[in-house]
């Protein structure tokens, strides 16, 4: 288990968590060109969130303890993008998940409770967010060249889930890892 340190009055960052994996090449760094050709300004790595962002009222390395320990029952698990579509509500452009959906939505349920638990703004549906933030005059067109882009991709769509990584957030509107941990592998 890589261990970063805790740091939460540090630097920029501000009392903002969350829990995340992060998509591995080559189709994360597809993502991260993609999502860097369509709003020029993101810099996150491709990702799914498995706990949206949210406050903590206790110690972050408390509730990181508790993710860690609730994570390592849990086993590893295959996600498979689908197809690139739109959140009607946020203007959000993103990828489906096709395969392992159920998976992300039982650790959310599992991980978002107690001193954990936040009244996420929008129900928790999870998704690989390509473009966000868009004025409403740019949604169709990065819509479509996402969907063109997505068509052209050449690799496997699909990959498997091994480990959480627990992040914070910074005044500049950029993460922190903080820690990771390894799902179980069954054995």
Not at 24 to 53: I, K, M, N, Y
Not at 84 to 94: K, N, P
Not at 132 to 159: K, M, N, S, T
């Amino acid at each position: 288990m890589k261990e970063m340190p805790f740091d939460p009055g540090g630097g920029d960052r501000v009392n903002l968590f969350s829990l995340v994996t992060y998509i591995p090449d080559p189709l994360g760094s597809f993502l991260d060109r993609l999502r860097q050709e369509l709003v020029p300004s993101c810099l996150l790595r491709a990702h799914v969130t498995v706990l949206p962002p949210r406050p903590l009222a206790i110690d972050p390395s408390v509730a990181w303890d508790r993710i860690r320990r609730q994570l390592r029952e849990f086993p590893r698990f295959q996600i498979c993008a689908g197809e690139v579509d739109i959140f009607s509500i946020s203007s959000v452009i993103y990828l489906t998940v096709k395969d392992g959906f159920a998976e992300l939505c039982r650790l959310h349920e599992q991980l978002n409770t107690d001193t954990l638990a936040y009244g996420e703004p929008f129900p928790y549906h999870p998704h690989i967010t390509l473009a966000q933030q868009l004025a409403p005059e740019q949604i169709d067109g990065v819509y479509e060249i996402a969907r063109r882009r997505w068509a052209e991709f050449p690799h496997e769509r699909c990959f498997r889930v091994e480990r959480l990584t627990f992040v914070q957030g910074t005044v500049s509107n950029s993460w922190v890892d903080l820690a990771e941990c390894p799902l179980d592998d069954g054995q």
